[in-house]
């Protein structure tokens, strides 16, 4: 491929773990003229714009990868339990080296609009650097969490310090040697960088507005054996993987909270609490399912916060959390609660003193003004639909993706959306994958997309687009799999996109788990794509 080409069989928006392997199969198993359009400086997604201190991913080395080809998987070596940001980003770029990919992705090119031409069968898609390019597939790969969520507090603009979000974060880094940094937000962000914050600022004060729980992650680094280990049982990991309900790489138990008694089930947390990290959460079967089981849980964490922060006053501020455990996503940390115990470390109850305005020298609250150097939004993101809104994206018939989402996302299997003919949205949402160990959901939609379009390319189909009432009924399943658990009782979360003023409170991911969604999925192609219209009579566009 040259620059110059306009025409392609599909553009894929985005280069990170999605884009790289959608690129891979269109092109090396299918065969068609294929563009990854990226606007940022390098591929990466996710990991090219958070590096944020601290950004470590909280899914395992081992697990947080492509499973798609055993030699892959075996040629690299993870140096942590872990995977830090810079060492998924070596990666991935190992992965684009090894398929050769780089020749076909386009760096910091960002799509400013794209509208499907119904005459033509296609899609028309416009870059910041002046491009119109034509596809017949254009598969978005942006991401859920690439979208900065940065509150609208009176006084941003006149602040004489620095601010930056954790989601983009400068490539120099910032130097916060000495400084007085104030951090908004404790999320599983806000729980990575505050600890690393810590250790390079002078000061450091964190403003909680929602108690948080997280359990330690317990990173080290892999010894030869377990990297030995995950290379000689690739194919049962990769079993593992691809049958549990979140993609990780271990099991969820099958017994229930009060299967045991309380002294056997306090042992069970303890242990889970030193093995760390998501783990802990997989400890019994009904942690999501009941609201009385979650609550031995939420109690475990609750005392294990009091015993590790000394100042009482902190404790109680950290400790005081409001909403079921693992109900919004459970962070995991590196000595986030000992943090507090740093002199160089305040703590700020948002609850007690909400912020008023950022003035010229800092965070002013109902109760006082803390003087800052640099303002650290770890605020989250306007999560699952913000990437897709801010495309520009406009269907059959004129209809934008704001129009057609007004009232929130419809989307049949979180992998098409109803007048946007073939347009596939890779972890979109109404599908399972910010709920799963990302590489294993983006694997399976990426195939599934591919399948699709072999299916339309084998039979002469030329157009596939989801019916409006598969669609309504698939959100319905969502809302119903939601509905049976405890994660739409939370008031903030991202998952219902309430952490966005504004934003249609839809709850987005579906909780149905990984197996069962891959099953529906293969099932739908497997009998010909039921709830899809797909098109035979239109002519595709002149090449
Ligand atoms: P999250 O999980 O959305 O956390 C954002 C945090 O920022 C959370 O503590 C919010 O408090 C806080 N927040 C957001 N807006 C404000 C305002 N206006 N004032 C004070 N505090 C605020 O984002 P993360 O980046 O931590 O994690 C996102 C995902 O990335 C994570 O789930 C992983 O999948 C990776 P709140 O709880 O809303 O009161």
């Not at 964190?206 to 990173?219: D, G, L």
């Not at 609490?273 to 783990?279: D, F, K, N, Q």
């Not at 400890?283 to 294990?304: G, H, W």
Request: proline content about 6%; some cysteine.
């Amino acid at each position: 491929m040259s620059d110059q080409e306009t025409e392609f069989d599909a553009l894929i928006i985005g280069a990170g773990f999605a884009g790289l392997y959608q690129l891979h199969l269109l092109r090396d198993r299918l065969g068609l003229s294929v563009r990854v359009l990226e606007a940022q400086p390098g591929i990466g997604g996710t990991w090219q714009a958070n590096r944020y201190p601290g950004a470590r991913c909280d899914s395992e080395s081992h697990s947080y990868c492509y499973f798609f080809s055993p030699e892959i998987y075996r040629e690299w070596e993870w140096s942590e339990r872990y995977p830090g940001q810079a060492e998924i980003l070596r990666y991935l770029q190992f992965v684009a080296e090894r398929l050769d990919l780089m020749r076909d992705i386009s760096v910091g090119v960002k799509v400013t609009g794209a509208r499907f031409d119904d005459a033509g069968n296609r899609w028309i898609v416009e870059t910041d650097r002046g491009e119109s390019l034509t596809c017949t597939w254009l598969i978005t790969a942006v991401g859920c969490l690439s979208s900065a969520n940065i509150p609208d507090i009176p006084g941003l603009n006149g602040f004489e310090g620095e601010w930056y979000h954790t989601g983009q974060w400068p490539h120099e880094g910032v130097d916060l040697v000495g400084k007085r940094v104030g951090q908004i937000g404790t999320g599983s962000t806000g729980i990575q960088a505050a600890p690393v914050i810590a250790g390079e600022a002078g000061h450091l004060t964190v403003f909680q507005r929602t108690a948080n729980y997280s359990v330690p992650a317990r990173n080290a680094p892999l010894d030869e054996a377990r990297k030995r280990y995950f290379k000689e049982n690739f194919e049962e990991i990769r079993g593992i993987v691809q049958r549990t309900p979140n993609g990780h790489p271990f099991e969820i138990a099958k017994r229930k909270v009060f299967d045991v008694d309380e002294e056997a089930r306090l042992a069970l947390y303890e242990e889970a609490w030193e093995t760390g990290g998501l783990r802990f959460r997989a400890v019994f079967q009904d942690l999501l399912a009941s609201e009385e089981a979650n609550a031995t849980a939420a109690e475990f964490i609750k005392r294990k916060i009091r015993q590790i922060v000394h100042d009482p006053r902190k404790a109680r501020i950290l400790s005081d959390i409001d909403h079921p455990y693992a109900a919004k996503r459970p962070p995991v940390d590196t000595q986030y609660f000992e943090t507090f115990n740093r002199d160089n470390v305040d703590l700020v109850d948002l609850r007690a003193e909400p912020i008023k305005r950022i003035t010229e020298n800092g965070i002013r609250t109902e109760e006082a003004e803390y003087p800052l150097d640099v303002i650290v939004f770890a605020t989250g993101f306007d999560a699952m639909t913000g990437p897709l809104l801010r495309l520009g994206l406009t269907g059959r018939d004129g209809l934008s993706l704001e129009e057609a989402w007004a009232a929130g996302p419809v989307t049949y299997l979180g992998l098409q959306i109803p007048g946007f003919p073939n347009l596939f949205t890779v972890t979109g949402p109404g599908s399972p994958s910010v709920l799963v160990n990302l590489p294993v959901a983006i694997e399976q939609h990426v195939e599934w997309i591919t399948e699709c379009i072999a299916f339309m390319r084998e039979r002469g189909v030329t157009r596939i687009e989801p019916r409006m009432e598969a669609a309504t009924a698939w959100g319905a399943h969502v809302e119903n799999a939601a509905g049976r658990t405890l994660l739409p009782q939370v008031p903030h979360s991202w998952y219902l996109g309430a952490n966005v003023p504004g934003k249609p409170r839809v709850f987005m991911p579906y909780t149905g788990g990984m197996g069962r969604y891959r099953a529906i999925c293969e099932d739908i192609a497997a009998r010909g794509y039921p709830g899809f219209t797909l098109d035979e009579t239109t002519q595709p566009p002149p090449v």
